[in-house]
């Protein structure tokens, strides 16, 4: 008897740290088994943020489809419930075209309420009430703040750490916007399709650190600084996404003269191991299911086995990417 869940059209997500090549296996698959890609990278859905967010070359993007890149302007921030309807109408057309959707990017909370179906609630940013939070958490003290949370919100109160100012905040705002707890959140309807994760990282800790530093290098060499000039004198400098995007404040402090570059280039390093170290705790979670490559010479080799054998599997090979 065929499982109900493998009759589902199939999907592949790419996770991992930052820097680890999930882009590049990506790339290779898709054109390999005949994919679709779709960004998981919250960063990389602006358009004007191309270097500091590492998004795929124009060259890279021309050889397969890229989908829910430069969706929007650094001044228009959109939530996870926008990503998810975004993402599932883009997926549900790649399986349209009887192609394989490739979910790849960094952003933990993204593929994991992809991938386990989250309701996110339909709450965007308020600027206003957020600015007048951190005020109070700042005035205050962050654990006032939370307890305000656990006066509307128990259970979410009881799952977000009272240091998380960022994730209290947005508890309250959706409280705020909605009436609804931010708990309800979590309620969860099985996806569409059915999913297979692979998971690149390195044999050292030392390693990726390196891998990442080099990156950060080859960014600045690419002309980071210039594009964070042009996003300042553009008018987006002060915008909730850009100062909250790794570097761009960084750098914007180097143009306007109260910081060295070497100085703004440490500290991004600094910034990226922290990422890094954040993104495997999303990804190991176990429920999520993922299968863990260390890079190497045959790792794309070893990944497309797997996704093979995966496709194959399926009774219905229509969706399968041509297999």
């Known amino acids: 008897m065929t499982h109900p869940k493998m009759s589902l059209p199939p999907l592949l997500a790419i996770v991992g740290p930052t820097g680890v090549g999930k882009s590049d296996l990506a790339l290779d698959l898709a054109e390999r088994l005949g994919g679709e890609i779709v960004n998981a990278d919250s960063r990389q859905l602006y358009r004007r943020m191309d270097i500091g967010t590492a998004k795929p070359l ?110 209290v905040i947005r508890a309250l705002e959706v409280h705020h916007a909605t009436g609804r707890r931010f708990s309800e959140s979590k309620a969860k309807t099985p996806p569409p399709f059915t999913s297979l994760a692979l998971g690149l990282t390195t044999p050292t800790r030392q390693e990726l650190h390196e891998r990442i530093d080099r990156r950060v290098d080859a960014m600045l060499a690419a002309g980071w600084l210039d594009e964070v000039r042009i996003l300042v004198q553009a008018g987006f400098g002060a915008t909730p996404i850009f100062q909250a995007s790794m570097g761009y404040p960084e750098l914007a402090r180097v143009l306007s003269g109260d910081i060295m570059l070497d100085e703004a280039r440490a500290a991004i390093k600094v910034a990226h191991h922290r990422l890094a170290r954040a993104q495997y705790t999303w990804f190991q979670r176990k429920h999520l299911g993922v299968q863990w490559f260390t890079i190497g010479q045959d790792v794309h080799e070893q990944a497309k086995a797997v996704l093979s054998a995966f496709l194959i599997a399926r009774p219905e090979k229509k969706n399968a990417g041509g297999l």
């Open 58 to 167: 124009p060259e890279a993007r021309q050889r397969v489809p890229h989908h829910l890149y430069d969706v929007a302007e650094p001044s228009e921030p959109l939530g996870l419930a926008c990503y998810l309807n975004m993402a599932r109408r883009t997926i549900a057309e790649v399986h349209g075209r009887d192609k394989l959707p490739i979910v790849v990017g960094g952003s933990g909370q993204y593929v994991r309420a992809l991938l386990e179906g989250w309701q996110a609630p339909e709450a965007p940013p308020d600027p206003a009430l957020r600015e007048r939070l951190s005020a109070e958490a700042r005035e205050r003290g962050a654990e006032a703040l939370h307890a305000r949370l656990r006066q509307v919100d128990p259970e979410a109160a009881a799952s977000i750490d009272p240091r998380n100012v960022r994730r």
